[in-house]
């Protein structure tokens, strides 16, 4: 009867030993997000033409709303609703949150670079639009995300400015603009269209406040 035991005793132990090494052989890799880029993303644009190419489109002083989770655009009857996270207009910028809106949105500018912010900053503050004209991303040349060149009549992006956004629910984002013009010409130009927007942006989906 000892040998017996004995014998069990060994097998349980063995076996045991080979499943705790096939767990360490094989353990559980976490993949790296990877970052997105979304070309022209229509911000209420006014030089687009009809269909018979005869009259200017006027803008519909509506934003464009936009998914990061989804990549897309979201429908303005979805305005109500956690379901988008940004919004464009011209050079004006909505999050969605704040009193005026229904989600858990908000903003945060980062200076440096985007491959650098692996993580939201522990003193990061999210700004949220309180009011049409007080928003969490504010307007005017130098102020925001843009510089406004009086001569040339171009709009770009202040360098080494990145957004930290918290999306309508709740979860993080990093983006920078890369174009405010279509096709996101190198250099824009007196023929640039305006109004569309080039994105680059990394989307956490697991609600964390990791980057990368």
Known sequence: MTTRIYQLFLAFCLSTTFFSCKKEDNPVTVQPLTSTTVKDIAADPTSMTSATGQQPVVATGKFTLFSFKDSKQVANSDSATNKWDIGFRGTTIIVNGGPIRTGQGGAYIYTGTFDNLITVPTSATFAQDQTSTQLAI???????????????????????????????????????????????????????VARYYTLRYLYQPDGSQTLK
């Open 138 to 192: 504010m307007t005017g040349s130098g102020k925001g995300w843009y510089n406004y060149d009086q001569t040339t009549n171009i709009i770009s992006s202040i360098p080494g400015k990145v957004f930290i956004i918290r999306t309508g629910d709740g979860k993080y984002a990093k983006m920078e603009i890369l174009s405010y013009y279509q096709g996101a010409p190198a250099t824009p130009g007196a023929t640039s």
